[in-house]
Each structure stands twice: as structure tokens, then as C-alpha cells.
């Protein structure tokens, strides 16, 4: 049988009003749009009918910016992708959860009951969050150490899987003559006892759809991609230049293969910022009416915050200073504070253009220009080890996905680079990967999580 | 103004093919309805159809019964309402979640998201969970003291509901000409330092339309009953008879105006089977049926692990050992076991007998007869001191409901008992409750949970 023909992935990442930060400020915006149902359906659906394989939504729990900066309060990602499983049919729905703010049995429990409501299309963004502020929501006066959080997150997916496994797949037999509902020597406690949880099982709801949600993962540090390499099946990641996306894209890849795993197990998803006109000018236009919207006031704290400089030591029109901490004592936001600093050394940036740039993509990549122009960017970096499809973080919304969906998809599909219609109903279908096989049905131990090969479901 | 002529409530307790353990073996039944989104929209549209206030999910976090006796996944409630919420309007929403396994800021932020997305329709049903088995799921050998559940439990609703006041009902005011999304000032820390929790907020999510969650809880301990008058606008109770239920109510409405409450701000719901048959007879063969449905190997294990004996010791068709443990060693489920020893010994059951009763009703009173016999019993209740409202467990799903939904509900609107419209659209106007008030508004301190009264909401 002749091997599938590899395709983009798209995944389109909610963000109210868009990702650029004054994308609210504009005079279409929905500035409540952050807590509207009506407003979350409506980007699922226009996604869905472009058949992009997911929707995902990033999440920390502490309020992350100053609140008059931009929409802050967000919908907690589980309970707003459970209603919007009713709104859609086929999309994944990807949500964010800490590892190092959460208990294992109930994240576990929420996931697999989010993939049994929505038919198999949950999918989980595995975050250790960084930053003090959420810490001091759970008691601590600081956030763990980096390691110490990767640690934990290590051990957490170990729990999960386990009890994702407890119940075995043909463990419900719902036997009326006999009265028997589930098959007792089916369902298996997990006794997981580790560094940092001890957790009895089983888990109590059978096993869900897709055996486990997809594993999702966005971190970049070297922790970050250690994890990745081991567990992640997509992985999100922010790179500047197409040079440094197929670094990434090869680097991730070899470490999967390094720890066992087929490397077309993992699918990476760099975050692009499409702006899109009828010509190059006017989309370029468009970019600098949304920066010549935002705030400096709220940028040059968030910009202090995240380099752990004093605010007064930043001048919206000089460069950054020179004496920054060292990466060494950093913890939380490590590579995303790196490639801020060498960005804005690289291209000679003042303090306000660099806002301006962060304001858009937030170090993601912008493709500004018109569809055709996107569309064979996209193309470039997929057919040249960059992606395997993109993380899309439109500037504005609905509108920019409106355009995207509207005007560059049509083209892929035309090229045959993008499905025109969802060949499986489950998230791992889209995205080509196997259901993970419990460790309890074949005796093989913790379950290869793989790329499905031609031919073999 | 005249008051408000004083009407009934009614919340629909979910529990997959019905209250009665053997229902998923009854020829019609889904045994699988449990996992089942359709099914749940269904009863949950059923409910909204008749008008009753509110749908009802249980919850604990452990596999609770043995997985061969009946259904026993279960759907996490925050998620699982969430998708109700868009396949219904106005009906309100009420999960169950346990405040000894969770984090305040993930729990207030989760009822606050429901509450949003579900246009204010989010109830609570606080618990603290009972049992071993979920304690080592948690890290823990045994469940903490029965105490200190409940001074947990407390703490944690002081936790919570300082972060559903952490944003000011004004905060967000979305200036797009100043760039101004919420009002810094109007956002305030939590500040919480207790003896379980430190919790520095403010939550991520903006306050939501009902404020508040409308506060539920069920326990009927000493312990838990001093909570409900503290804390519950609204108290599931399982009273078998009508004599325990007037002084159930007498005694909570006491101890809700010994708090300084009013005592019509808290909403008494005892727990009803209803078991309806064309005639009396019709309806005594239906609950007979399922009496002989249960499969007594699984139901003794139960009774005996309720009652902390070993199995071995309890015989099919003899009454109760007579040396049970004394109610001050058990911790846990303790008034449910007082309930069934008492009810054993008073009526002479034998251990057969009493299995089918509990398999029935769980200790909660069943209503078996006419839609009339059902509706005047519904009545006398109501208006002799013994309930404001019934949690409605049918015996079987949805049939059941079906059956209530069509045949009683009719009668006791007709007797203008009950709405044949919504009066208003969130979960605490159908309970006929106040939105508390942001302590932060008007400088009263901590808000008042009270009744709305005629004139004033």
C-alpha cells in the first residue's frame, strides 16, 4: 500500500479578541469577547469548517496581566472546551493544565470525562507554569524550581497513564441477565507511589475514546524539550526565523528518536501570527495600526517583569540595557526570556519596537502579507524541515481567522497540502497518531505513544 | 406589595438509568448512559421542559462501588454541566465537588467559568468527602478527622468566595479609547492566610452574573448541619419519614436564624423516590421488580463496608448483628449509618429486606403510588413544615422523570403549587434567592447570603 501522502496540521489558538495585544482597541472588537460563549463557538465553528485538526487554549492559574491591559479573565480551558464539544463534532479540543497546580486523579478524571463527551477529541497542553504569582495561589511563596517542576511533571504523566489504563478497554461488558456491569479483574488500581504523589486508583470512569487525550507540550527550555521528547505527541513552540524552526524541528525530532519513540510520533507546530491583505501593503498597514494601539504604559511592566529588571531601568527609546540577569538565574520563562533578549540585540531594537513586536506575536513568528504570500510561507517551511503544520495565532479575531480560513486554506487545499474534508473523528486521527494501546490488555508495559503508519490503524 | 405566594422547587437529582442500583438491568434501560452526552441532554431537557429549577450531579473522587453492580464511571460534574449548559437555557446547573481534594483558586475559578458560560445558572454542592478510598488517591493513608473535613470545608468557603469578590462587579470597563480594560483598582487580592490555605489571588475570571455559585450541601451530621446553616442556600436531606423531615427542616431553619440568617434564604429539598403506576398496584409491582433485580452479592458487600462490619458476618435473611460499632468510632458517612441501623431495627428488616430498601432509595423516602397519590403527598409535605421543595431521585431514567415531569408536575401546577414559567433566568432567581453582594461594594463586610423578598431583588 503506498504510504499517505504527509499533510499540513493546523491548530487555531483562542485568544478573545486576537493575539495582538491591543486587538480589543479596535473599533469591531468585542471587548467582553474573553467571557462569551457566543464569541468561543463562533471561532470553533469558522475552524471547523476550515477542518483545521484542533482548537486550543492557553492557560495559567493566576491573573496574568494587568488587568487593564487587555481582556485578563479567562474561562477555565476544561469547562469552556466541554461546551464547546456540544457546539462542534469533529475539531480536537486542546486545553492547558499545570502539572505543578493540580492533583493528578482529578486533571486525569476531567480529561478522560472531556474525550468521552466530545467522542475522542480531547487534548491536553501540559504546563508546569512558571511564576511566583500562581505559586502564591497554592501556598508557596515561590514557584518550585525549574528542574523541580519538570520533575513533578515527569511523575504526574507517569500517575495519569496509569490510571488512564486502569480500566481495561473491554472492561464493560453491561451484562443484564447476569448482572454484571464491568468485569472487576478488568478495572486495576494504579499504586503509583512516587517522589510526589501516591495515588491508590482506579480511575472512576472507564477508558476513555482515545486511551489517553493527546499529549500536548510547549515548553522550550532544555527541561522543556527533554519532556517533550518523552512524552509530547504535538508540540507548540514560538521560533523567530525559519533557520531556527528547522533547529528546533530537527532537534526535537532527534531527541524522540533518541528516548525510542518514532520521531513522526511527534508533531511540531511552530506559532505563526498570519496578517493578511488584499495586498502586502495594506496587511503591513494593518500590523502597525494595531501597534500604534498599544498601551506602553502596561508593555514596558509586562516587558520589566518578564527580563526581572526594575521598570525605570527600561527607556522606550534606547535599546536594553546591558547588564540583564544571566540565564542561570532565571527561573520560569526561561528560553521565551532568551529569545526576547537576542532578538532585540540581533535587529538593534529600542525598548519600543520591541514592545511593538511582542504586542503582536509574542516571539511567534508574523507572516504578513497577502494569502498567497502566507500560503507559501507555510509551504516553504513545511516542505523544508521547519513544521508539520502551524500553531495559528491570528492578530485579530474572528476577522483574522475569518481571512486565513477564507483565503489561504482554499490554496493549500488546492495544492493538495491540506485535507479538504476529516478522514477520523478522533483528535489523534487528525493528526495521524495511534490510539495508545493499554499497558494492561498486551503485556507490553507503558504503551508506545507513535504516528500511525499507513495501513495499520 | 402582596408577598409573593410561597411555591415549590424542584431539582432533578441525574443519576444515569436511575436512583434504584438494579435500573440498568430493566429491559429499556442504556446501561452505558452513564458516559452518554445524549442522555444527559435528554433528562437535563426533560427537567428545563417541566420547569423544574435545577439538575443535580453527585460526585466523589474514587471508583465509589464495586464496577460490576452497576454503572460506576462517572462524567466529572463541572465538565459534563458545562455541556448541558449549552443544550439548555434556563435550568440550573448544580455540581458536586469535594472541598478536602481540591484547591480553592482551581474550584472557585471552575464554578465561576460554569457560572459565566452558562448565563448564571452554576450551583455548588459543597462536600468533604467521606472514606478512605478517595483519601489514597490523594497522598493520604485515611480520610482526615471528621472535624477537621468540616473546618477545612469552612476555610475553603472563605477562601472562595473572597475570590468570587476579588473583581468588583464594575471592574471591567473596557475604555478602548484609553486603552483601559479593567479598573486596576477595582481588582484586589484575596490576601487569605489560614490554617489550610494561603491564597493570594485575585482569581483570573472576572465576578459572574450570580456572584456567587448558589451554595449547596447535604451533610446531616452535627458537623455538616452547622455548615449548612453557615454556609447552604440550599440542603439536600434524605428523611424517610414525614415526622424526621418537619424536624429536619425545624432544625436547620433554628440554626440558620441562630447565624443570624433568615431562615427563608435557605431552601430545604429532602430527597424523594417517585415510583408512579396508573394505579397503586401497578406502581407497587414496579418497585418489586427492581427490588428483585438487585444482585445480592454486590449489595452486601456495600451494606457491610457502609456499616464497617465484615461481610461474612451479615446473613441474607437475618436482621442486623446487634454489636455493631458504636456511631462515635465511625468517621465518615455517619448520620447515613445511623439512618439504616435505626430503620433496620425499628421495621424488623431482615438483611435481605434492608438491601432492597437502600437498593431503592438509598434511605431517601420513596413515593410509590398514583400521580395523585404523589402529587397530595408532595403537598402535604410542603405545607406542613417539612419541605420547601424535593430533590426528585426517580426510581428509573428518564422513564421516570418522564412519568413525574407529565403526570405530577401538571397537578401541582394546576393547584398553582408550582411554575409553569421561568420567572427569571439564573439558578438563584428560581430558588427565589438574593445575589450576594461584593464585599468590596459597599464596605458591609462579608456579603449576606439571603432570600429575595417580594419587591426587592
Chains 1, 2 share one sequence.
Do not use: C
Amino acid at each position: 500500500m503506498p504510504a499517505r501522502p504527509r499533510t499540513l496540521h493546523f491548530n487555531l489558538f483562542l485568544h478573545d479578541t486576537g493575539h495582538h495585544e491591543a486587538s480589543w482597541r479596535l473599533p469591531g472588537a468585542d471587548p467582553t469577547s474573553n467571557l462569551s460563549l457566543a464569541a468561543h463557538q463562533h471561532l470553533a465553528r469558522v475552524a471547523e469548517d476550515a477542518k483545521f485538526d484542533s482548537i486550543f487554549l492557553a492557560d495559567s492559574p493566576v491573573l496574568w496581566s494587568d488587568p487593564g491591559r487587555r481582556p485578563s479573565g479567562k474561562l477555565e480551558p476544561t469547562v469552556l472546551l466541554a461546551a464547546l464539544a456540544v457546539s462542534t463534532s469533529r475539531i480536537g479540543l486542546i486545553g492547558t493544565a499545570s502539572t505543578s497546580y493540580n492533583e493528578p486523579y482529578n486533571l486525569a478524571r476531567r480529561f478522560a470525562s472531556l474525550d468521552h463527551l466530545s467522542g475522542g477529541r480531547a487534548g491536553w497542553n501540559i504546563v508546569t507554569t512558571a511564576g511566583e504569582g500562581a505559586a502564591r495561589n497554592f501556598g508557596l511563596d515561590d514557584q518550585p524550581l525549574h528542574r523541580a517542576r519538570y520533575e513533578r511533571a515527569d511523575e504526574f504523566l507517569d500517575v495519569a497513564t496509569k490510571l488512564w489504563d486502569s480500566w481495561s478497554d473491554d472492561a464493560v461488558v453491561a451484562d443484564k441477565a447476569s448482572g454484571v456491569h464491568a468485569l472487576g479483574s478488568h478495572v486495576r488500581p494504579a499504586g503509583h507511589e512516587g517522589e510526589f504523589f501516591r495515588v491508590a486508583g482506579p480511575l472512576n470512569v472507564p477508558r476513555s475514546p482515545q486511551g489517553y487525550p493527546l499529549l500536548v507540550q510547549a515548553g522550550s527550555s532544555e527541561d522543556g524539550k527533554e519532556f517533550a521528547a518523552r512524552w509530547a505527541e504535538a508540540v507548540f513552540t514560538a521560533q523567530p526565523t525559519l533557520e531556527e524552526s528547522q533547529a528546533f524541528y530537527a532537534d526535537l525530532k532527534r531527541r524522540a528518536g533518541a528516548v525510542g519513540r518514532d520521531p513522526d510520533g511527534v508533531v511540531v507546530l511552530p506559532g505563526i501570527v498570519p496578517v493578511i491583505g488584499e495586498t502586502e501593503a495594506e496587511a503591513r498597514e494593518l500590523d502597525a495600526q494595531l501597534d500604534r494601539l498599544i498601551a506602553p504604559q502596561y508593555a514596558l511592566t509586562t516587558l520589566a517583569r518578564t527580563l526581572k529588571v526594575d521598570p525605570h531601568r527600561l527607556s522606550l527609546d534606547e535599546p536594553l540595557p546591558l547588564d540583564l540577569p544571566d540565564e542561570d538565574e532565571i527561573e520560569g520563562a526561561k528560553s521565551r526570556r532568551t529569545l526576547i533578549v537576542d532578538w532585540a540585540r540581533r535587529d538593534r531594537l529600542t525598548v519600543r519596537e520591541l514592545i511593538g513586536k511582542l504586542g503582536g506575536g509574542r516571539g511567534h513568528r508574523t507572516f504578513t502579507g497577502t494569502a498567497v504570500q502566507v500560503a507559501d510561507t507555510i509551504q516553504h517551511y513545511f516542505e523544508n524541515g521547519a513544521a508539520d503544520g502551524f500553531n495559528i495565532m491570528p492578530a485579530v479575531l474572528p476577522s483574522g481567522l475569518e481571512a486565513f480560513a477564507s483565503q489561504v486554506v482554499p490554496i493549500l487545499q488546492e495544492r493538495g497540502l491540506f485535507r479538504t474534508e476529516y478522514e477520523g473523528t478522533t483528535l489523534r486521527e487528525h493528526y495521524g497518531l495511534a490510539r495508545p494501546r493499554n499497558r494492561h490488555d498486551d503485556g507490553a508495559g507503558v504503551p508506545e505513544l507513535g504516528r500511525v503508519t499507513a495501513g495499520v490503524a
